[in-house]
């Protein structure tokens, strides 16, 4: 009793550090940025535009869903079409109010791990995803700086980055050998270290499933594209004429900050980074922060059906999934 409520006490400092971190920062820019002008024109955005966009956020919203059963059936467990459905909408709801980035990981996970008799193996299917999803990332937006670059002339600092991204996200699938070679061996018995080595080892299984990966990837990165096709629409309902390919460049950086464990639901760190961003652009700060706005509020309305599905669950839990392997 006493370890759970110790645990229920740090989460709760961590979401006020986290609740802090995000009012500082939009007080912060609060007193750069008329947010009157920034709420007029969120208010004035194109009705055709928003439409497009929440269509797009539903699209997107189903390459995820499938992402996850392929991967879940790659690693035996078998669960019904709409039960990963709900759990995925669900817990995309319920990781709307948790830190941004890993939330919504952390209420999936625990949902099929609920749902699952290989509880390794359901932990691991939601690390890879969200590893494919940081190389999808990294990869796209080393092709906008390949785009965006003149002349062809590419920032090396910048692809050296991607670069360590890129390997780092690789580097996860070995992560059974490199633990096992870091953490002493008189450790490895240790509860939350054998657990953590538990989970590496169903991690580093997909290293044998090279298929699953492959198709996983081609859907995360098309998952990314349509996220910075929806904010280029966005920004076209806003009025600017920043290109395609800038966006290809800055919003991967942006997304990127959305995944950091730092904000609530993603107000905050990335909406500062997008006006950042845009900045060279000559995209004035309200505009900027408008657009950040946007985009924030079109993902969390992509999260309402979770809420819908929340409040019709069975007042009696459906029974452990099946494992097929």
Known sequence: MNGASDLLNRASRSTLVRLAVTAGILAYLSTRIDLAESARAVAAVSLPHLALVLVLVGVDRG?????????????????????????????????????????ADVARAYGLARESTTGSEALASVAVDRVLGVLALATMGVAGLVAWAPQGRSDWRLLAVGAIVGMACLAAFWADQWLRWIVPAHRHQRSITRRVLKLSDAVSRYRNRRGVLAHVMAWSLVVQLLRITQAYLLGVGLGLTVPFSYFLLFMPIGLLMLLLPVSISGFGVPQAAIVWLLRPMGVDDSTAFALSTLIILTGLAGNLPGLLLWLRRPKEPSGRGRTIR
């Open 63 to 103: 390459v995820m869903i499938l992402r996850l059963l392929l991967l879940l059936r790659a690693s035996g467990i078998a669960i019904p079409v709409r039960d990963a459905t709900r759990l995925f909408l669900v817990s995309s709801f319920v990781g709307s109010f948790l830190p941004a980035g890993v939330g």
